[in-house]
């Protein structure tokens, strides 16, 4: 058993109250990413686990051990800082051994661990340089071998690609997953990029404000995301959010002159679509087109409905023009439906509304 749980977290400093009742648990070699905006708690979260700083309560177990209090060096685990963290005076060999060198390891041992961890992350050339040697990506290589070199069941990354370029970002996302998975450790890795946790993560858990927003599989915040916040946070474009409001049929968008989206409902509702899911048809919702951006293989459309913005994500160039009158549909079925004061999900059986009103066919590409 490697892994981790954390029960009841809270951390203060003054009257700021930085982590707020933060509770999760990690299977055995489990790839979990702690992921949310700048400020949410997420490094604090990693550094309490870590044993850089200690909880002002709560409780933390490694492998089944409460280690609450203990030390970091007491926890039997590893970490990858976002700086690396290298020493500048030494090789890539002596970067890597320096703790095992500390905890008086034994020299063959080194040498048997080092030859190992040089030969899965390729630095087996590279071992007599120095970090200022190294290319970004090279040196993010040498960080996470100093970690994996104390085989270690739980390694910990506070953000450790966010250095990098975006090619480089991809093939390192590639390689620690792959990594991972070969050595069957438990990882936690930080990180705001919610592609990232997307791609890499067996388990996101988004954090907010000190608070846990949503946990789950990755698929699950996309098809079924527990709040606005995490709809918008998740996706590429975010899930557009629009406001509903009473219409002659039921509620219809706020400010549209499109069919009705529900029958008339007693609480305040706000539809969330995935722009992938919206679509340009000969009937449907009435827009005007205000921006469009074109990546090649799709174009990213900002549609303008009454005061509000809706963005749709359609393969190829559609070949709109800003002030376009246009017709957008969806299917009922990727509706999405929140309370517009709390942000909360709302439950809403698409089917039943799709008897009465439907807010469009969708037209074939």
């Not at 970090?131 to 390694?155: D, H, K, M, N, Y």
Request: hydrophobic residues 40%.
């Amino acid at each position: 058993m490697s892994g981790i749980r954390v029960e009841n977290l809270v951390k203060v400093w003054g009257a700021f109250r930085a982590l707020d009742d933060v509770s999760f648990e990690t299977g055995d070699s489990e790839f979990v990413a702690l992921l949310g905006p700048s400020g949410c708690g997420k490094s604090t979260t990693l550094r309490l686990i870590a044993g850089l700083e200690f909880a002002t309560s709560g409780r933390i177990s490694i492998a089944g051990r409460d280690v609450t209090g203990l030390a970091s060096s007491k926890r039997n685990l590893s970490m990858v800082f976002q700086s690396y963290a290298l020493f500048p005076h030494m090789t890539v060999a002596g970067n890597i051994v320096f703790g095992l060198s500390v905890r008086g390891v034994s020299k063959a041992e080194q040498r048997e661990r080092l030859a190992r961890v040089v030969d899965l992350l390729g630095l087996s050339q590279l071992l007599d340089r120095r970090p200022s040697e190294l290319s970004g990506g090279q040196q993010q290589r040498v960080a996470l071998g100093r970690a994996l070199i104390a085989e270690t069941p739980v390694c910990l990354l506070d953000e450790p690609l966010s250095n990098l370029d975006a090619q480089l970002r991809s093939e390192m996302r590639n390689e620690i997953r792959s990594l991972q998975q070969r050595l069957g450790i438990a990882m936690v890795f930080v990180t705001h990029d919610q592609t990232e946790a997307m791609s890499m993560a067996d388990r996101i858990i988004l954090m907010r404000a000190g608070k846990v927003e949503q946990s789950g599989l990755p698929h699950e915040f996309y098809e079924r995301p527990a709040t606005t916040f995490a709809a918008r946070f998740i996706g590429t474009p975010p899930m557009n959010v629009l406001d509903l409001a009473p219409g002659a049929d039921g509620l219809v968008i706020e400010g549209g002159a499109g069919p009705a989206v529900l029958p008339a409902g007693s609480i305040p509702l706000q539809l969330g679509l995935r722009p992938e899911q919206v679509t340009f048809a000969s009937a449907g919702q009435p827009a005007v087109v205000e921006t469009t951006e074109y990546f090649g293989a799709d174009t990213i459309t900002a549609c303008r409905i009454g005061r509000q913005r809706l963005m749709v994500r359609a393969p190829g160039r559609p070949g709109l023009k800003a002030g376009d009158a246009v017709h957008l549909a969806w299917e009922t079925s990727v509706q999405h439906f929140f309370h517009k004061e709390s942000g909360l999900r709302c439950e809403i059986d698409p089917a039943a509304p799709a008897k009465k009103t439907r807010v469009a066919e969708t037209t074939p590409q």
